[in-house]
């Protein structure tokens, strides 16, 4: 069973710092990648990683203040985040997919599998 659990969310303040995890089972995705939320708005991308060399892709909103990466044996991907502002506010949802494309991969359509999201807080 393909399964994304994430974890680390919760409150922080303005420019704090917050680690977010997320545990893949079940396979191993090509492209893994973290998605937003922010109440009465659209999910939106904000960063992925591929599973062979590690290439990265960010938003411009979290670029040079977010990292992604991931432990290919553990099946775990990481999102550091620092910096935070409030804006960064939002649920965080995992995603992941099987294959690979030259393409961007920053839709939500890009994805077929996510996990159930955890909210990060930042206060001002």
């Known amino acids: 069973q393909v399964q994304l659990v994430e974890s680390g969310g919760g409150l922080v303040q303005t420019g704090g710092s917050l680690r977010l995890s997320c545990a893949a089972s079940g396979r191993t995705f090509v492209i893994m990648g973290w998605f937003r939320q922010a109440p009465g708005k659209e999910r939106e991308f904000v960063a992925r990683i591929k599973y062979s060399g590690g290439s990265t892709y960010y938003s411009d909103s979290v670029k040079a203040r977010f990292t992604i990466s991931r432990d290919n044996a553990k099946n775990t991907v990481y999102l550091q985040m620092d910096s935070l502002k409030p804006v960064d506010t939002a649920v965080y949802f995992c995603?992941?997919?099987?294959?690979?494309?030259?393409?961007?991969?920053?839709?939500?359509?890009?994805?077929?599998?996510w996990g159930q999201g955890t909210q990060v807080t930042v206060s001002s």
């Open positions: 995603a992941a997919r099987l294959t690979g494309t030259n393409v961007a991969l920053t839709t939500t359509q890009d994805y077929a599998y």
